[in-house]
């Protein structure tokens, strides 16, 4: 196992966790109590997805992952340029999807 050092927190990361999961949609629900992610995979064609990690949190929690995202994507943007979003949606003000779904637990 490798060990990641990061703000006074050992992290032990295994070879296999290590690999990661590809997704390419996120179903984001919510109840008063958690917030839960689900990552998928779904390929062109094929009518159904196979969750590969789900990951709940606790709002403060959720808020701080959102919060930690924003920073990342801006610190992304300056060095490599703006990301640009391609779908119906492509704003958080109008609902951004591009496969990343709300809904409700």
Known sequence: ????????ID?????????????????ISHSPTEF??????IMPGVPKARVKSRIVLAPEHAKRV?????????????TFGRIDV???HTSPEDG???GFAPGEA
Request: charged share 20%; net charge negative; hydrophobic share 40%.
């Open 36 to 41: 839960v992610i689900d990552f998928a995979a």
């Open 11 to 27: 992290l032990e990361l295994d070879p296999e966790t290590a690999q990661g999961h590809y997704a390419n949609l996120a179903v």
């Open 96 to 98: 951004l999807t591009l």
């Open 1 to 8: 196992m490798s060990e990641i050092k990061k703000q006074g």
């Open 66 to 78: 959102l919060l930690s995202l924003q920073d990342n994507v801006t610190r992304y943007e300056s």
């Open 86 to 88: 391609h779908g119906k």
